[in-house]
C-alpha cells in the first residue's frame, strides 16, 4: 500500500430534483465574498466570469431556499455584497460540518487501508 | 430550510502528486468487472469505451500500487477478466470505508442543518 496515499472528502447537499447542489466550489466563492465584500471581485479572485458567479450565488439561493447575498452601498469602490445571516450561518455550519466528518473519516482510514499489496 | 435536501459524499483517495486518484467512478468500474468477468463487458455497461477502461485500471494500480485485473481463459466468450485479490480487497474496504463515514456524516448532518431561513 503506498503509505502516503491522501484522503479526499467532498460533501454535497442536493435538493430535492438532484439538479441543484451546494458544495465546496460554491463555499469558496461565498468565503470570497465575505473577503472582498464584492461578488465582482470574488468571481475575479477566483478568475471565474461574473456571470457565472451570479448563476452560482442562485443556485445556492435555489437549494437552501433563502437570499445569499445583500447589497452594500457607498465605499470607495461605490458599492458591493456582504453575506446575509442566513448565508453566513449556512457557510459556517457547512464546514464545521466537513470538518467534523472529515476528521471522523481520517480517524477511521487505517483500520480499513492497511493491507499490503504486491507491486504491479 | 429545505427539508428535503439530500447529503451526498464523496471520498477520494489521490496519490503523493495529487493527479491519480480512486474515487467513485473506479470502484463502480471493478463492481462491473466482478459481475461481468470481463472489461470490455463492465466497459460497455457503463457505456464507457474500452480504452478508457483501460485507462481507469492503470490509474487505480498506480495509485495502489498492485494489479487489478486477472486474466481468465476459456469459457464462451473466450476469455476475460477478474479482480485480484488485492483488488477485491481493496473494494471491499473502500465499499466499507465509505458506508461508515456516511453513516456518521448522516447521523451528525440534522445537528448542524436545522437553522430556518427566510424566503428568497
Redesign the interface.
Known amino acids: 500500500?503506498?503509505e502516503?496515499?491522501?484522503?479526499?472528502?467532498?460533501?454535497?447537499?442536493?435538493?430535492?430534483d438532484?439538479e441543484r447542489?451546494f458544495g465546496p466550489g460554491i463555499a469558496t466563492l461565498l468565503h470570497r465574498v465575505a473577503e472582498h465584500r464584492s461578488l465582482r471581485a470574488a468571481a475575479a479572485s477566483m478568475a471565474m466570469a461574473y456571470s457565472k458567479a451570479w448563476r452560482i450565488i442562485r443556485t445556492a439561493?435555489?437549494?437552501?431556499?433563502?437570499?445569499m447575498l445583500d447589497s452594500v452601498t457607498g465605499g470607495k469602490n461605490g458599492g458591493g455584497a456582504v453575506l446575509t445571516p442566513?448565508a453566513e450561518?449556512?457557510l459556517a455550519?457547512?464546514d464545521?460540518?466537513c470538518a467534523?466528518?472529515q476528521e471522523?473519516?481520517a480517524e477511521?482510514?487505517k483500520g480499513?487501508?492497511d493491507?499490503e499489496?504486491?507491486?504491479?
Do not use: I
Open positions: 500500500m503506498n502516503h496515499l491522501k484522503l479526499k472528502l467532498t460533501v454535497r447537499l442536493y435538493s430535492d438532484d447542489g439561493e435555489s437549494v437552501f431556499g433563502c437570499k442566513e450561518a449556512l455550519a457547512y464545521q460540518y467534523e466528518v471522523f473519516a477511521k482510514f480499513y487501508f493491507f499489496p504486491k507491486g504491479v
